[in-house]
Nanobody, 127 residues
Framework: QVQLVESGGGSVQTGGSLRLSCVVS????????MAWFRQTSGKEREGVAG???????FYADSVKGRFTISRDNAKNTLYLVMNSLKPEDTAMYYC?????????????????????WGRGTQVTVSS
Protein backbone atom coordinates (compact mmCIF):
# COMPACT_ATOMS: atom_id res chain seq x y z
CA GLN A 1 0.00 0.00 0.00
CA VAL A 2 1.16 3.50 -0.87
CA GLN A 3 0.23 6.62 1.07
CA LEU A 4 0.18 9.93 -0.79
CA VAL A 5 -0.22 13.35 0.81
CA GLU A 6 -0.59 16.46 -1.34
CA SER A 7 0.10 20.06 -0.38
CA GLY A 8 0.75 23.42 -1.99
CA GLY A 9 -2.66 24.32 -3.31
CA GLY A 10 -4.13 27.76 -2.86
CA SER A 11 -5.74 30.74 -4.52
CA VAL A 12 -3.95 32.77 -7.18
CA GLN A 13 -4.85 35.22 -9.89
CA THR A 14 -4.70 34.50 -13.59
CA GLY A 15 -1.11 34.26 -14.73
CA GLY A 16 0.15 33.25 -11.31
CA SER A 17 2.10 30.17 -10.29
CA LEU A 18 1.89 27.41 -7.72
CA ARG A 19 3.98 24.38 -6.83
CA LEU A 20 2.20 21.28 -5.63
CA SER A 21 3.98 18.58 -3.65
CA CYS A 22 3.08 14.96 -2.97
CA VAL A 23 4.93 13.05 -0.28
CA VAL A 24 5.00 9.30 -0.79
CA SER A 25 5.31 6.67 1.92
CA UNK A 26 4.67 2.96 2.22
CA UNK A 27 5.38 0.48 -0.58
CA UNK A 28 7.33 2.71 -2.95
CA UNK A 29 7.96 -0.30 -5.23
CA UNK A 30 4.54 0.50 -6.66
CA UNK A 31 5.44 4.04 -7.70
CA UNK A 32 7.21 3.49 -11.02
CA UNK A 33 4.53 5.74 -12.47
CA MET A 34 3.33 8.81 -10.64
CA ALA A 35 0.89 11.40 -11.85
CA TRP A 36 -1.23 14.42 -11.15
CA PHE A 37 -4.93 14.45 -11.89
CA ARG A 38 -7.53 17.13 -11.36
CA GLN A 39 -11.27 17.16 -10.93
CA THR A 40 -14.02 19.74 -10.77
CA SER A 41 -17.53 19.17 -9.50
CA GLY A 42 -19.62 17.07 -11.85
CA LYS A 43 -16.75 16.14 -14.15
CA GLU A 44 -14.59 13.06 -14.49
CA ARG A 45 -11.11 13.13 -13.02
CA GLU A 46 -8.66 14.31 -15.71
CA GLY A 47 -5.03 13.30 -16.11
CA VAL A 48 -2.75 16.34 -16.10
CA ALA A 49 0.84 15.09 -16.04
CA GLY A 50 2.69 11.84 -15.52
CA UNK A 51 6.20 10.81 -14.57
CA UNK A 52 7.93 7.48 -15.01
CA UNK A 53 10.83 6.44 -12.83
CA UNK A 54 13.04 6.22 -15.93
CA UNK A 55 12.71 9.97 -16.40
CA UNK A 56 10.01 10.12 -19.03
CA UNK A 57 7.22 12.63 -18.51
CA PHE A 58 3.97 13.26 -20.33
CA TYR A 59 1.32 15.94 -20.26
CA ALA A 60 -2.22 16.66 -21.29
CA ASP A 61 -2.28 19.12 -24.18
CA SER A 62 -4.20 21.62 -22.04
CA VAL A 63 -1.21 22.11 -19.70
CA LYS A 64 1.77 21.39 -21.96
CA GLY A 65 4.29 24.22 -21.79
CA ARG A 66 2.78 25.63 -18.59
CA PHE A 67 3.05 22.75 -16.09
CA THR A 68 6.15 20.76 -15.18
CA ILE A 69 6.12 17.47 -13.31
CA SER A 70 9.20 16.22 -11.48
CA ARG A 71 10.11 13.75 -8.78
CA ASP A 72 12.79 13.64 -6.13
CA ASN A 73 13.18 9.98 -5.25
CA ALA A 74 15.59 10.77 -2.40
CA LYS A 75 12.82 12.76 -0.75
CA ASN A 76 10.01 10.47 -1.94
CA THR A 77 8.26 13.54 -3.31
CA LEU A 78 6.45 14.32 -6.54
CA TYR A 79 6.07 17.93 -7.67
CA LEU A 80 3.93 19.87 -10.11
CA VAL A 81 5.01 23.39 -10.97
CA MET A 82 2.13 25.28 -12.53
CA ASN A 83 2.84 28.53 -14.37
CA SER A 84 0.60 30.89 -16.35
CA LEU A 85 -2.42 29.62 -14.47
CA LYS A 86 -5.87 30.15 -15.96
CA PRO A 87 -9.34 30.10 -14.36
CA GLU A 88 -10.00 26.78 -16.13
CA ASP A 89 -7.15 25.25 -14.13
CA THR A 90 -9.30 25.61 -11.01
CA ALA A 91 -9.85 22.13 -9.57
CA MET A 92 -8.99 19.70 -6.83
CA TYR A 93 -5.59 18.24 -7.70
CA TYR A 94 -4.78 14.66 -6.81
CA CYS A 95 -1.52 12.75 -6.70
CA UNK A 96 -1.59 9.12 -7.87
CA UNK A 97 0.77 6.17 -8.19
CA UNK A 98 0.92 2.94 -10.18
CA UNK A 99 3.47 0.16 -10.72
CA UNK A 100 3.17 0.52 -14.51
CA UNK A 101 1.52 2.82 -17.04
CA UNK A 102 1.40 3.62 -20.72
CA UNK A 103 2.70 6.75 -22.36
CA UNK A 104 0.77 8.05 -25.34
CA UNK A 105 2.08 11.14 -27.08
CA UNK A 106 -0.34 14.01 -26.64
CA UNK A 107 -2.25 12.44 -23.80
CA UNK A 108 -1.90 12.78 -20.05
CA UNK A 109 -2.03 9.88 -17.60
CA UNK A 110 -4.93 7.45 -17.90
CA UNK A 111 -7.29 7.30 -14.93
CA UNK A 112 -7.83 3.53 -15.20
CA UNK A 113 -4.14 2.77 -14.64
CA UNK A 114 -3.79 4.36 -11.20
CA UNK A 115 -4.91 2.71 -7.99
CA UNK A 116 -3.29 4.68 -5.19
CA TRP A 117 -4.54 8.19 -4.51
CA GLY A 118 -4.03 11.11 -2.19
CA ARG A 119 -6.87 13.19 -0.79
CA GLY A 120 -6.20 16.18 -2.97
CA THR A 121 -5.28 19.84 -2.68
CA GLN A 122 -7.50 22.65 -3.99
CA VAL A 123 -6.26 25.09 -6.62
CA THR A 124 -8.36 28.16 -7.36
CA VAL A 125 -7.46 30.64 -10.10
CA SER A 126 -9.40 33.88 -10.21
CA SER A 127 -9.73 36.15 -13.21
Amino acid sequence: QVQLVESGGGSVQTGGSLRLSCVVSGDTDNTYCMAWFRQTSGKEREGVAGSMDDGRTFYADSVKGRFTISRDNAKNTLYLVMNSLKPEDTAMYYCAAAPFCTLTIGLGPALREYGDWGRGTQVTVSS
